[in-house]
């Protein structure tokens, strides 16, 4: 069966040279790289977690490469997959788009283990904020599939609820995004607080909300 989403020449041209630059820029970066790199930062921007040069260079360009590899063969083996065609501008969208980000974070984590003065602990919830605010404006467009989305019981079993859960969790995920990016410039203790609790609104939310709707919809 041809594939839903129909990937092109053009839809793939950006994250093949995203993994393109990943790879080229590993080899060049290998050897500016100490022996011992940082591959963890907490909220304070302190390393609490190290890696071998080797591990640090290769590991991100294999992750990247396996989930643009997965994201490539899910409409395959989605049951649903005749609905990835509805989706398909959005589907790709969010394939380029977390290929982007980690392939910025690969750069940002590698030059930040050879410059110490980069603020890690600023710009990582800056971009992944930016993600979430991004993702959060097309929820609403995905349609019901088993891989991606807010996939619980009830959003599976009904379209309806489906549909209305999206459109809240498109909004949570917009506000997790821009809260992330706030916290970025806010002091660690209030920083801390904001990101837990938003994190776990926008995780539990979506589960009530689909749960009371099915409900709703099968007294």
């Known amino acids: 069966m041809a594939n839903p989403v129909k990937p092109t020449v053009k839809t793939e041209l950006v994250p093949l040279l995203l993994i393109a630059a990943v790879l080229i820029g590993g080899f060049i ?12 930062w907490n909220f304070r921007g302190e390393v609490d977690d190290w890696s071998s040069r080797e591990f640090a260079t290769f590991l991100f360009p294999t992750i990247i ?4 590899i997965m994201m490539l063969l899910l ?9 990835y065609a509805e989706f398909a501008k959005v589907y790709h969208i969010f394939k ?4 982007a980000t980690f392939t910025v974070l690969y750069f940002i984590t590698s030059l930040a283990a050879i410059n110490q003065s980069i603020r890690v602990e600023i710009l ?12 959060g404006n097309y929820m609403a467009k995905i349609k019901r599939n088993w891989f991606i989305g807010i996939r619980t019981p009830w959003t599976l079993s009904s379209e309806a609820v489906w549909q209305k859960t999206h459109q809240l969790g498109g909004k949570l995920f917009v ?45």
């Open 29 to 40: 970066l290998y050897p500016l790289l100490p022996d011992q790199v940082p591959t963890h």
């Open 65 to 68: 490469i396996g989930m643009y």
């Open 75 to 83: 409409p395959y083996l989605d049951p649903k997959k005749e609905r």
């Open 96 to 99: 380029n788009l977390l290929v």
């Open 124 to 135: 990582v919830p800056l971009i992944i904020g930016g993600l979430f605010v991004v993702m």
């Open 175 to 219: 506000l997790l995004g821009v809260a992330m990016i706030v916290v970025a410039f806010l002091p660690n203790t209030i920083s801390w607080n904001i990101f837990i609790g938003s994190l776990v609104t926008v995780a539990l939310t979506p589960v009530v909300y689909s749960y009371i709707l099915y409900r709703r919809e099968r007294p």
